[in-house]
């Protein structure tokens, strides 16, 4: 008789962003006059700029024409799309990363969750909390976090680290020592970063532990601060102790045309054993590719006319985030990040739980936010409201939460 | 220290495409002035049909404008793709399986690739002998296959039902008893088919027995046969003990557009826990949907126009099968496959292993193929040979043989 893989029974509930779905359509369905706000779910509003519509029109045709028809894609991505990454996100900015130490995937989500297939279920992680759920879940259902404390929220063998008001939602350096580092600058759900010389320390640290770091740069794009680090692989020895995780979602917009990529450089061993060379195995085995169009439209996103167009996309949403942040101030909020970040981090007032105020804000302002505790048990008393709604919606929802 | 997932290292070489499209590079740098035909990985050459190209262009369009654009997808797919693909591939069918039974997903390498995840490592695969490569190899990475012996090319811990001339190419029941089944029919790698009362005692098997088919069905659209099952829910039962996979690449051309897609009924049980829940909760953590383009895409799939262009684009194909097993024959070779599947599948002549027919093959008629032995033990001794080759290059491929 066959069994199933029982770690998954051992997950709280839903995926967050699931239930906070629910909750909403419930709420519709009950309050069909109510128009709701949603500035929850991290997904963009704008639409694809010209410059990528264009590559990908050009790109459809092209699958029209035996000629010019693509198959299967290279296993680790097309050579344009890796060599356009590894000279702008990497070799421009002084940083020593080769096209093929790049992995082009179908999204940063998969590639946050799938990377640790490649470690040894023995290994202790340790996550920023709060933190993007599919850290931890993804290594639930790997076996890898032992049992659970509905009281705590707290997994028995994975190391927290809380990111607090208390330490400017930076984290510290764990005690008890990690095999797996989990770290994302800028942060989600906070809006926190770290500078360059904080982010060295981790470098260091994993180095001297033996620790591998992943980080998740996925909000890159929002940064606008000097001394804030664009990638990992800006400090010295990084290559030897981190995979770094990039979305296509945030700076351009793609949430749903579906574009990452993982960069693993190839002096980040197991003794002999290069991790670049297990992630290419699974790469080459467990997936197929990303769609040729839409590795043309990534493409795009490195074109003159694609970088002028998405840094205006960028100013967009962080005109939204200003807005948000200094309406809070204004209403008597607490408030951290959107600054280098396109999340708002907000205190609960009154002492309400994360909970509670998701759907005190639902009720009375008809505003969908995400309950800071969803991240994670320092989340708890916290609030995230993203700046990836339209302008109009940004400026009506914090006149409703200011009405409050 | 962090450890590797050691299961990686039992893994003997490289996945078979790549070491085929190595040796395929070396040959054509070593002899630049050859015209190399591959016939070898199953990879289409027929540009996409004008109603989804048509339907590409529509979605980008819808993309570019802020009414219309389309963010992150629903978990399991859109509601309009999951209907269409109920109702025309079960429904009209006389299968019944609900649009909410069905997973959409960037294509059935992935799926079938990952399916595993949710079930125990102590659970025991039994797969056909040859094999796609991808059940077993995904397997050896979670742990579930024991020890290799690179003698005898055999996993200690899975059960291999080999299927060769002697039978015909169809599994027996395996002696001892398996808790997940790998079949695939239509065939990769021999092309061979079994009838629907074939596959009813497999899914009487499995029920009794409390065993889950995994059922790879990609190379359903080439059945041209009254007596071949379409999905493996034509049989009574199958809602118990069946999850199926679907592929638009070979049906629709999609090997570069990324499509697929898994059908688990909600009756498929473990105890109280439907697998439904388990996959739903995989590919709502670890993936993050089909682009909405391409979704739209497979829509147009199953419109008038879509229908009538692919199943002319299958003829195609259907014929370069059939003048490469009719080539086949006359120049003395023992074939099958081929009628009711892209697949040719051949014995190699004068007792040569497959990679040294393999070998044979390029350097004397320059064309490409697939060595069976890379399918299993069982494949030894044989060859495949594909039908996805353009016309013009499938005739030119057999007059070499025929000299050679």
Chains 1, 2 share one sequence.
Not at 9 to 29: D, H, M
Request: net charge negative; hydrophobic share 35%; proline share 5%.
């Amino acid at each position: 008789m066959f069994k199933i893989n029982d770690n998954y029974l051992k997950l709280p509930g839903s995926y967050l962003f699931s239930t906070i779905a629910r909750k909403v359509n419930e709420f519709q369905a009950a309050n069909s006059d109510k128009s709701v706000i949603r500035l929850g779910i991290g997904d963009v509003t704008q639409p694809l700029a010209p410059a990528i519509i264009q590559a990908l029109h050009s790109a459809v045709d092209e699958m029209a024409d035996a000629a010019t028809f693509h198959g299967y894609a290279p296993d680790l991505g097309y050579e344009f799309l890796r060599n356009a990454i590894a000279k702008n996100d990497y070799q421009d900015r002084g940083c020593e990363i080769a096209s093929d130490e790049i992995f082009v995937s179908d999204g940063a989500k998969c590639d946050s969750g799938n990377i640790q297939e490649i470690f040894s279920v023995d290994n202790k992680i340790a996550v920023c909390d709060p933190v993007y759920p599919v850290y931890v879940d993804t290594n639930v259902m790997a076996g890898r976090t032992g049992t659970y404390d509905p009281k705590t929220e707290v997994w028995s063998d994975v190391i927290y680290m809380p990111c607090t008001a208390e330490n400017n939602f930076a984290p510290q350096l764990p005690k008890e020592t990690p095999d797996l580092i989990y770290l994302c600058f800028p942060n989600n759900p906070t809006g926190a970063t770290i500078t360059k010389t904080q982010l060295q320390e981790w470098v260091d640290y994993a180095n001297k532990v033996g620790a591998v770091i992943i980080y998740d740069a996925a909000y890159e794009a929002y940064i606008s601060e000097d001394d804030v680090p664009h990638t990992i692989f800006e400090c010295a020895g990084a290559r030897t102790c981190a995979i770094e995780l990039k979305s296509f979602s945030k700076n351009a917009g793609f949430t749903g045309t579906r574009l990452g990529y993982t960069v693993i450089p190839k002096d980040l061993k197991c003794g002999d054993v290069m991790l670049h060379s297990l992630w290419a195995r699974r790469h080459g085995t467990k997936y197929n590719g990303a769609p040729y169009i839409v590795q043309k439209a990534g493409e795009a996103v490195y074109s003159a006319e694609g970088k002028e167009q998405l840094a205006a996309q960028v100013a967009y949403y962080m005109k939204n985030a200003k807005t948000i942040k200094e309406g809070l101030a204004e209403a008597g909020y607490t408030v951290s990040g959107g600054v280098n970040a396109p999340y708002i981090w907000l205190k609960t007032p009154d002492k309400m739980t994360s909970w509670e105020f998701f759907d005190y804000l639902l009720e009375h302002a008809n505003v969908v936010g995400t309950p800071g505790s969803g991240f994670g048990p320092s989340g708890e008393g916290y609030f995230r409201l993203t700046a990836f709604g339209t302008y109009e919606n940004t400026v009506a929802a914090l006149e409703r939460i200011k009405k409050m």
